[in-house]
């Protein structure tokens, strides 16, 4: 195992040098240099703009160039970026980050979980009536045009019916006299959701073995009814109280985009788990159960959905590359201020050292994903893990 | 099938034969299949109307001055009521501001060039995203175009950037895939880490970088979809597939018999991958209309008329908020896209059903 992930890991630091190389291509594709619009000032002497040129290295050859991006890269070092002037572009990500993490962090965990149980069910009913429909809708929230479709949902909720805002991260109108800026209670509202999340990971964990399908019903709804009660206690104490009205807006803001993503998004871990399912319940060892007299939902769900989950699993894993792709759209519509917006907004506006740094980080966190996909899919499959052993 | 039918015939009419039967055999399998089906109507549909359109032009049924996606103009005349909303809602008539004018009537407020017209007046106005009507089967949208023209032109562009790019992209992933699988060793391993390389770019950003340096076309568009979608995750795919007929006993009895490598390569290699690529060309043909919607929804590409570029235009003149009553402007464009490349994805799972025995029903 060791052996497998040290040579994985040899191979991607090749394959992340080689992406650099050719982001750094790409972006020097672009026609025109960072100066062009000085050069377009009437007043400006001609040596003044070469000078500009010589005192950011913009004349040097290609490699040169290149081999500098290479240092200043592993330097943490973009330059300042052009729109936003006296931050750079490490500032920014590490502003925007967080949000759009958060809202697919949520989407992701919603969407695989329901996506899983309702192809457990397609899968488990083939045939009937209500297995075509589902899928009908499915295949219809997967193919759907999703920028005509969240705009469709924007009207329907933010406009016509009015219950949910149009788009935008806060209603800055409420946060005139905030003691708070926005981003630190962002973070707290990330801290508690993640802890949250933990402890319920812990729950479903440890019911996982209990026999009986009715006690490990009632042991997790018992301990998702604790976890409100300790939410509810951690908002109405300390700091987090003085937080919570401004906690509480921009988690408002939040409901539409995660409920739109998740409809579309559900789809797909759907469709996946459908196909794995049929595929696991022609198995022999099914047939063993059936053949045993084990109840048809413990066949479903202890015998077949496990097995079917590891390719799931491995989705998820992957999805973490698209949630950059994903989000673009997203955040474009919604207006959300994330790492989307930031992408687009850069490479429109040709602020050129935050678009870099942006496009090498979904770089990183591709090979982030890439990287633990491979791990885990080592890890759960057998065959691979008792091969590099042996 | 009798083996004596076969007997006095030459080995490429035998072969010829069998393919026939096969496609025969799948074809049934494929009919039973009810999504698979489904998606082969829609398929066929939108086929139809981009085949349509020129034939209309063509034989000057519809003149190219009123039906032109682009440039055509055509509106239409109108009799309204002139009337005066009120300041304070709600009154007898309107109970919202969005009420006043209604349908038939016009604010005169808004006539200010023309101070001779009075409340009660009728006012001959030329109506722009006009309703559908016996001439305008689905209206027209904000500058007078037609609209059901545009879905036709946008087909045409859906059908062109689909199949190019899919098809660009399978023989490419088709291509290495072999290779690596026949060759194996250090071609192998350079291709398996192209292709993770291509994984590791976002495609989005990656597609908005060379849109800010290269006006993209469509036919740019579909080689660009093409390339990175031919060199990304399913060159491996299509690996592993090989690599299964690799060891199959017709291969080793080809090289037994002195078969040369791009011989056994291209005519016992390649054939049994082909309905994997198949699979894969039509799945990603949905990606790729998505793309290119995606692309001119955000108004990044080059194009003349496409169904994004519908979308994008009725958002930015602002119809997408005004509900139902610009349904015209709204809905076909955006049901065109999902539909379409809903159909490419379901006849994908008619395939499926065909080549993947283990998913067929009982």
Known sequence: MAIYILKRTYQLIIVFLLFLVLSYLLFNAIPGNAFQSLLLNPDLPKEAYQRVLETYGLDKPLFERLQLYIINFFKGDFGYSYNYYPKTPIDLIAERLPRTLMLFALVNVVSFYTGFIVGKILAWRRGSKSETWITITSVFSYTVFYPWFALLMLYFFGYKLGWLPIGKFIYPEKWYDAPFDSDVVFITMIKFTVVATFIQFLAFIFTRNIESLTNRKTARLVSFVLLLLGSYFYWGSGSALEQRTYAADIAYHMILPVFTVTIVAFAGTALLTRTTMMEVLKDDYILTARAKGLSQKRIRDRHAARTALLPVVTSFIFTIITIIDGSVLTETIFSWPGMGQLILQSVTQEDIPVAMATFSFVGILALVAHFLADISYAYLDPRIRIKSQG | ?362
């Not at chain 2, 690596?180 to 291709?191: I, K, P, T």
């Open chain 2, 1 to 362: 099938m009798e083996n004596n039918e076969f007997k006095n015939r030459s080995p490429k009419e035998v072969s010829k034969q069998i393919r026939k039967e096969n496609f025969k055999r799948n074809w049934l399998l494929f009919k039973q299949s009810k999504l698979g089906m489904t998606g082969l109507v829609i398929i066929a549909f939108f086929l139809f109307l981009a085949i349509l359109q020129p034939i209309l032009f063509a034989t000057g049924i519809w003149s190219r001055g009123v039906y032109d996606p682009v440039v055509g103009y055509d509106s239409q005349k109108v009799d309204l009521l002139v009337v005066e909303c009120p300041k304070e809602y709600p009154t007898e008539k309107y109970e919202t501001n969005q009420d006043c004018p209604a349908k038939d009537e016009i604010n005169i407020r808004v006539l200010l060039l023309r101070p001779d017209v009075k409340v009660g007046d009728t006012y001959e106005a030329f109506l722009q995203p006009a309703p559908p009507s016996s001439k305008h089967i689905l209206g027209t949208d904000s500058l007078g175009r037609d609209v059901f023209s545009q879905i036709m032109e946008g087909s045409q562009v859906a059908f062109l950037l689909g199949l190019l790019s899919a098809t660009l992209g399978v023989g490419i992933s088709t291509l290495l895939g072999t290779i690596a699988a026949y060759f194996g060793g250090r071609v192998d391993a350079y291709l398996m880490r192209q292709s993770d390389l291509v994984l590791m770019l976002p495609s989005l950003p990656l597609l908005f970088i060379i849109s800010a340096f290269a006006e993209l076309k469509v036919w740019h568009l579909a080689i660009v979809l093409g390339v990175i979608g031919g060199l990304g995750g399913s060159v491996i795919t299509i690996k592993s597939q090989a690599l299964q007929v690799k060891v199959k006993p017709f291969v080793d009895s080809a090289r037994i018999t002195g078969g040369s490598k791009l011989k056994i390569m291209f005519s016992h290699v390649l054939p049994n991958v082909a309905p994997l690529a198949l699979l894969f060309m039509v799945f990603s043909v949905t990606g790729a209309i998505a793309s290119e919607s995606v692309l001119s929804f955000l108004g990044l590409l080059n194009i003349d008329m496409s169904w994004g570029l519908m979308i994008y235009l009725s958002q930015t003149d602002g119809y997408i908020f005004s509900g139902l009553r610009y349904w015209w402007l709204i809905l076909p464009a955006g049901l065109s896209v999902t539909l379409l490349a809903g159909g490419f994805y379901l006849v994908g799972r008619g395939l499926d059903d065909v080549f993947n025995p283990r998913l067929r029903k009982r």
